[in-house]
């Protein structure tokens, strides 16, 4: 779940999810606006869900019909897509390898794609933001310690635990 909130939550545009079932159970998922994961559920009036596979049938469609959790205790985790949260059109396990559709139906997942349905401007900020991270990270990385380590009160803590710390020093007989 980790790796696709990291790839899908940076984009700010509306995006189609495929959702490739065992026993050819095929569904897409149109959102109209960003993924997010909230305790609430989420999304337009345009947000939709068909099935393809077996038959092709209009699921639901309207608005706040898009959740997802991953942190809350409270509430199930992973993706679910319905209004009604006692039927719910599908649910996805935050593990993504179990998918409950229609009627309580379970079936293991294949695949899992989603689409970028927005303008080049929307996939270039996602760029922007995703370098703003990376470098972020890099500077998080090459934090310089305080002082000299001659005088970092670690090294007299692991020299007291009798730890030798001065690996370049020859050690007396």
């Known amino acids: 779940m980790n790796r696709f909130q990291h790839h899908i939550f940076n984009y700010r545009g509306p995006t189609i999810m495929v959702v490739t079932c065992s026993a050819g159970h095929l569904f897409v998922v149109a959102a109209d606006q960003e993924w997010r994961e909230s305790t609430k559920h989420w999304g337009g009036a345009s947000c939709c869900i068909f099935q393809l596979s077996p038959t092709f049938k209009l699921i639901e469609e309207g608005p706040d019909m898009m959740f997802i959790n991953e942190k809350s ?9 319905g209004r009604n949260c006692k039927n719910l059109a599908l649910s996805i396990d935050s593990s993504l390898s179990t998918v409950t559709h229609t009627y309580g139906m379970q079936s293991d997942l294949i695949a899992l794609e989603v689409l970028a349905c927005g303008s080049s401007s929307t996939l270039s900020k996602q760029a922007k933001q995703k370098q703003w991270e990376l470098k972020e990270a890099h500077k998080q990385r090459r934090v310089p310690l305080p002082g000299k380590w001659e005088e970092n009160p670690d090294k007299y803590l692991l020299e007291m635990g009798g730890i030798n710390v001065s690996h370049a020093e020859q050690i007396p007989d």
């Open 73 to 81: 205790r409270n509430v199930p985790r992973g993706i679910t897509i």
